[in-house]
Each structure stands twice: as structure tokens, then as C-alpha cells.
């Protein structure tokens, strides 16, 4: 398996939340090959990785597969597309941002910015319900192509960078899909300890709602989730981040199982796997937070992938975390916690 194209193919692919079909049918193609009878339920890809044995604890390996965005709220007389944004996003960086409309065709445009020569050199933070589209067509020319509501993201392709850092859009978490993937393929023929279910879930960035259903329809006994997690940049507080290159980041918190995180610590050891300690003091701010209130519980933990720029065009990771994320996750199936 080739990560890096896999990591680019999959955060290519438009899938803003509520709107992942085109990503989640790329991804659905890529796991299928590792588990034939995997389909999408309600939005979510969703299959079964090898033999399901009788009395083996079940492990959900989630990553999700939405991205942050836009909706169009509104086309003005004077052909101008006004957005709201899905998701978190930071504002600073709008202006000038070129975008793809993706209606019944897609449609490149650009949110408009006002140039530094008629301003006096600076200006305020633009706010959402100001921030419009210019696409160069006419509004009855984009009516016969756009829908309210239909979705927009960055128009962004990876580029890479030095030694194995990559930077691109939705590396948010199409690389730890990525991650799950390359899993799947460590562990071909090799004896498990669980019965695992793969998860690419919908709607994270909007309060983790594919999650919670996928586990509902799963109910694992043990759920991975796969994301991303900041990675320390300068100005940053270091205590906070992890650092692009030194491997996956392994959740400590007291939402999530000691067990698991103490597990997935003592299998990096075991393998010679660099990986970073991630504390938080409580919720995660990620799918874990959904799986570990499932039905009665399930014992849940993150493993993270270090990130710089979240929630921007321009997200950077180092693709050999991506790859040590995988060796991490498939040493620890692999091992025998009978």
C-alpha cells in the first residue's frame, strides 16, 4: 500500500459534513478491499475486518471521513454566494481563499477580499455572514447550477514538502484513514486478539453524530479513534502539542480507558514504536467522546496523528507518523490480552 497516495487520493475527495458521499465512496472502494461486504449505513462506511470469532472481545477501529466547510445560504442580485460555515473554521484566513461550489456541476469561485490599497492597511477579521463568493457568473447563471445549501470547500490539492511532510486540505482525517487502512493491511493473515469493525464515520466536525450512531449500530467492546491533534508550531504552548515526526499521540484523559491508553503504550514499547503521551483533562473533542457513553460503554481511547494548521487549506503532517499510527494500532490487535 502506498501511503502517501492513499493519504492524497482520500483528502482530495470533497465530503464536507452532513455532504461525504464523494469521500466516503472513495473510501468504501479502499476498504473493501480488506473487507469485501462493507457498505455505508446512514452515511457511514462501515465493515467487518476478517473472521468474526466467538468469544473475542469486539474493536472499533473510527476514523472520520467529514471535512469543515461551507453552505451556501444565499445568491445575491449581483451573483455574489453568501456561506455559512460547517464546522470550525478560522476567519482570519478567508479572504481571497479560492473555493469549489459543488452543485448539480462544480463551480471554482473565490471569497472576495477587499485589497490593502483601499483600506488603511489593515482591516477587522471578516465576519461569516460577510464573507461572499464571486464566481464571475451572473445570479441566473448560478441558479441554474447552485442550490441552497449545497456544499463548498477550499480548492486545494497536497503539495509536498521536505523529507515526508505533506501539506493539503481535509488532511483532517482522511490521513487517519488513511492510518486505518495501512492497519488493515499490516494485519493480513496475522492471528488477532479481537474482532474488529472498521468505522469512517460522518458529521465529526458538527458534533461527532456519525459516531455516535455507527457505535450504536457496532456496540464494540473497545473503540480506537483515529484523528489528528495538534502539532507544535512556533508561538505555540509545546505542553499542549505534540511534534510532527516523533509518531502517533496516545490520549491519557479521564474520559477515556486508562487500560486502552496503558495498553497501546505498553505495545509501542514492545515494538519499538516512537509515540507521544496526549493528556487532556477531559473530553477529547473527538469521537472517543461518543463511544466511551455507547449503550453501557465501551472502553474507548485516541490515537492522534500529529497536525499543524487544523482546520485550514494548508494542513501539515510528517506521512511516517501516519505509517508508525498504523504499526502502533496493528501491534496492539495482534497482541493477546487474554
Not at 54 to 81: K, M, N, W
Amino acid at each position: 500500500m502506498d501511503i502517501r497516495s492513499t493519504v492524497v487520493s482520500l483528502s482530495e475527495a470533497a465530503g464536507t459534513s452532513g455532504s461525504e458521499s464523494p469521500a466516503a465512496e472513495l473510501a468504501l472502494s479502499m476498504l473493501r478491499e480488506y473487507c469485501p461486504d462493507a457498505e455505508i449505513i446512514n452515511g457511514n462506511v462501515i465493515g467487518k475486518f476478517g473472521t468474526h470469532k466467538e468469544g473475542l472481545p469486539s474493536l472499533l477501529l473510527d476514523a472520520h471521513i467529514d471535512q469543515i466547510g461551507f453552505a451556501v445560504t444565499y445568491i445575491t442580485d449581483d451573483g455574489f454566494i453568501k456561506i455559512g460555515n460547517i464546522g470550525g473554521i478560522d476567519r482570519r484566513l478567508l479572504p481571497a481563499q479560492p473555493v469549489v461550489i459543488h452543485g448539480c456541476r462544480d463551480i471554482k469561485g473565490v471569497i472576495c477580499s477587499i485589497p490593502p490599497h483601499l483600506t488603511n492597511g489593515g482591516s477587522e477579521v471578516l465576519e461569516m455572514s460577510d464573507a461572499a463568493i464571486d464566481t464571475g457568473l451572473t445570479k441566473e447563471e448560478l441558479m441554474s447550477a447552485v442550490s441552497l445549501g449545497d456544499s463548498v470547500t477550499f480548492d486545494v490539492t497536497c503539495r509536498d514538502l521536505i523529507s515526508s511532510r505533506i501539506t493539503g486540505g481535509a488532511l483532517d482525517d482522511r490521513c487517519g484513514a488513511a492510518s486505518v487502512l495501512y492497519t488493515l493491511e499490516l494485519l493480513k493473515d496475522a492471528p488477532l486478539a479481537y474482532n474488529v469493525t472498521v468505522l469512517f464515520s460522518t458529521q465529526e466536525e458538527v458534533g461527532e453524530r456519525g459516531a455516535k450512531t455507527g457505535a450504536f449500530e457496532i456496540d464494540p467492546d473497545i473503540a480506537i479513534a483515529v484523528d489528528v491533534s495538534f502539532a507544535y508550531a512556533v508561538g505555540e504552548e509545546e505542553s499542549k502539542c505534540g511534534y510532527l515526526g516523533k509518531g502517533p499521540m496516545i490520549g491519557i484523559s479521564p474520559s477515556l480507558s486508562r487500560e486502552i491508553s496503558d495498553g497501546l503504550i505498553n505495545s509501542a514499547i514492545a515494538a519499538d514504536i516512537p509515540f507521544q503521551r496526549e493528556i487532556m483533562s477531559g473530553l477529547t473533542g473527538t469521537n472517543a467522546d461518543r463511544f466511551s457513553v455507547n449503550r453501557c460503554g465501551a472502553k474507548a481511547c485516541t490515537v492522534s496523528i500529529p497536525l499543524r494548521n487544523m482546520h485550514t487549506p494548508v494542513e501539515v503532517i510528517d506521512l511516517t507518523d501516519v505509517e508508525q499510527t498504523a504499526k502502533l494500532l496493528a501491534a496492539y490487535i495482534r497482541e493477546d490480552k487474554q
